[in-house]
């Protein structure tokens, strides 16, 4: 079991920046990808970006190409979300996902939440117009 925990959210205004962090209690965080996925009110899920196990390879979803980044610190079971340039159509809660795939980044995004395993409680980015 992978419990998963999100941090950094907040409120900001249009063209500001966050950090997100995903906190993972596991010994074998190393081994998974990690994702973050975010649902906005009255709307479904959807894919923001991924990571793979060893941070070789990323994908993110063309809404945030160029504006957000995903990156990993293996050494502090931490996975995190650089949020910048910020509109408001990005206010949303912000799930922190781990996935076992071994594949690419790009593989596991195509996926979308059907290839994540273990999901954080989420975290809320409101971003003022």
């Known amino acids: 079991q992978v419990q998963l925990v999100e941090s950094g959210g907040g409120l900001v205004q249009a063209g500001g920046s966050l950090r997100l962090s995903c906190a993972a209690s596991?010994?074998?965080?190393?081994?998974?990808?990690m994702g973050w996925f975010r649902q906005a009110p009255g709307k479904e899920r959807e894919f923001v970006a991924v990571i793979s196990w060893n941070g070789g390879s990323t994908y993110g979803a063309d809404s945030v190409k160029g504006r957000f980044t995903i990156s990993r610190d293996n050494a502090k079971n931490t996975v995190y979300l650089q949020m910048n340039s910020l509109k408001p159509e990005d206010t949303a809660v912000y799930y922190c996902a781990a996935s076992s795939w071994i594949g690419t980044a790009q593989g596991l995004g195509a996926k979308g939440a059907d290839g994540m395993d273990y999901w954080g409680k989420g975290t809320l980015v409101t971003v003022s117009s």
């Open positions: 596991t010994r074998t965080f190393r081994s998974y990808a």
